[in-house]
T-cell receptor, first 111, second 114 residues
Framework: GQQVMQIPQYQHVQEGEDFTTYCNSS?????IQWYKQRPGGHPVFLIQ?????EVKKQKRLTFQFGEAKKNSSLHITATQTTDVGTYFC???????????FGQGTELSVKP | NAGVTQTPKFQVLKTGQSMTLQCAQD?????MSWYRQDPGMGLRLIHY???????DQGEVPNGYNVSRSTTEDFPLRLLSAAPSQTSVYFC?????????????FGPGTRLTVL
């Protein structure tokens, strides 16, 4: 079945450093969504990418969707302690009806 | 709006017991789903529904049943609890087509099976 792999599993950074998490799918995705889960909380939607090669920015966060629609990345510039949490990508299957999540990347930020 | 609500927040079961995790949403969303979250495994889809009366299996459906008799409610039933079902369960809902719409998650139910 469709799989979405996400790396790294953990990332520890010093405040002010950059952070990137990557997602790769075994099949072409219809779209990709990104979610953030704070410790003890529930996933919260960040953004959706639909078009091949799409790039979107939200302040210090940059999201990319690969040309082949099989991979995506989230880059955070100059991390802050408020960025702490687990970031998940979720790919839509082309049959429509399922959103398959990656394993998540847990980000910790040392002040 | 309350959004997506889940009850209970915490539950401890003994092996073999059955129970129902409740999920309700007041946003008139067509799509609802159940995920389980385990360390290092991310969120895995258990069952989902694209509308009242329609349900389908996700990645890990074994040991779970669902039904969708109304737009608002999507309960998840554990038929005979096993220790492998110890997990955090999240219910989510979204408007319209799942893959093209933001999913709203409930606060989760933390289940322990002894």
């Amino acid at each position: 079945g469709q799989q979405v792999m996400q790396i790294p599993q953990y990332q520890h950074v010093q405040e002010g450093e950059d952070f990137t998490t990557y997602c790769n799918s075994s099949t072409t995705l219809s779209n990709i969504q990104w979610y953030k889960q704070r410790p003890g909380g529930h996933p919260v939607f960040l953004i959706q990418l639909v078009k091949s090669g799409e790039v979107k920015k939200q302040k210090r966060l940059t999201f990319q969707f690969g040309e082949a629609k099989k991979n995506s990345s989230l880059h955070i510039t100059a991390t802050q302690t408020t960025d702490v949490g687990t970031y998940f990508c979720a790919g839509g299957d082309n049959q429509g009806g399922k959103l398959i999540f990656g394993q998540g990347t847990e980000l910790s930020v040392k002040p | 709006n309350a959004g997506v609500t889940q009850t209970p927040k915490f539950q401890v079961l003994k092996t073999g017991q059955s129970m129902t995790l409740q999920c309700a949403q007041d946003m008139n969303h067509e799509y609802m789903s159940w995920y389980r979250q385990d360390p290092g495994m991310g969120l895995r889809l258990i069952h989902y529904s694209v509308g009242a009366g329609i349900t389908d299996q996700g990645e890990v459906p074994n040991g779970y049943n669902v039904s969708r008799s109304t737009t608002e409610d999507f309960p998840l039933r554990l038929l005979s609890a096993a220790p492998s079902q110890t997990s955090v369960y999240f219910c989510a809902s979204g408007p319209g087509h799942i893959t093209y719409n933001e999913q709203f998650f409930g606060p989760g139910t933390r289940l322990t099976v002894l």
